[in-house]
């Protein structure tokens, strides 16, 4: 679900707005004006798109909702057909909480990938998957003009939730069965399931994606 931006104003008589449709709780604000004729709201605010790429399966629906509207998800069906890839594009406000939500077995690989971030720029981003889940975390910085990847690094477990938010130029992350992991995420930041075939409950994953 796009969203336009009205830099000069000229559409909306507001500078540097951006005009989305009325149900779109992810970029929804108090201070957003709603626009019956057009279906639509007025918001100033900072957003920015999350790509997010899933395999093994990649025939998921994702469902994804900002913390302070759960209760309005947006449904995403992505874009692929026939590849050994989904992925999926949504627009996000910055500096917001949002949960993510598949319609069937969770991923066993995750790609979430920061576009137009500036640097500073975060999102925290929980993950549903299975209780007990094993998980191998990699993350790296990605060049988009050379396509190639580099400071390729593990993150190491951390004790405690507080400590991975609390560290943010360090890279590590945290989980257990009942309130998930926590993990700082430098560009481009892979999860891979080590048991995704565990079916017993759900946790969450959380995830800070910030770019540096």
Known sequence: MSIFHDLDGSVTGYPDTFVGRADNYLIRHPGCLT???WNGMICAGKYAQL?????????????I????????PLRLHGVNRGVSYQQYQPVVMLAEAYLIQWDGRAPE?????PVNF???DWLYVALCYPKGTV??????????????????????AATSRHSVLNG????????????GSSINILGQQRFH????????????????????
């Not at 998980?135 to 190491?156: E, I, N």
């Not at 943010?168 to 309130?179: G, I, K, Q």
Request: aromatic share 12%.
């Open 118 to 120: 500036h640097r500073g």
């Open 35 to 37: 626009v019956p004729r």
């Open 168 to 179: 943010a130029d360090e890279r590590r992350f945290y989980f257990d069965s009942l309130t």
């Open 193 to 212: 399931s080590l048991a995704p075939g565990r079916p017993s409950g759900a946790s969450l994953v959380h995830t800070m994606v910030k770019a540096y």
């Open 109 to 113: 690989e995750v790609i979430l990938y």
């Open 65 to 72: 909702a900002r913390a302070a509207y759960h209760s309005h």
């Open 135 to 156: 998980f191998t975390v990699v993350g790296d910085l990605y060049q988009r003009q050379t396509g190639k990847a580099h400071s390729v690094k593990r993150y190491v």
């Open 51 to 63: 790509y997010i790429q899933a395999r093994r399966p990649e025939n998921l629906t994702l469902s």
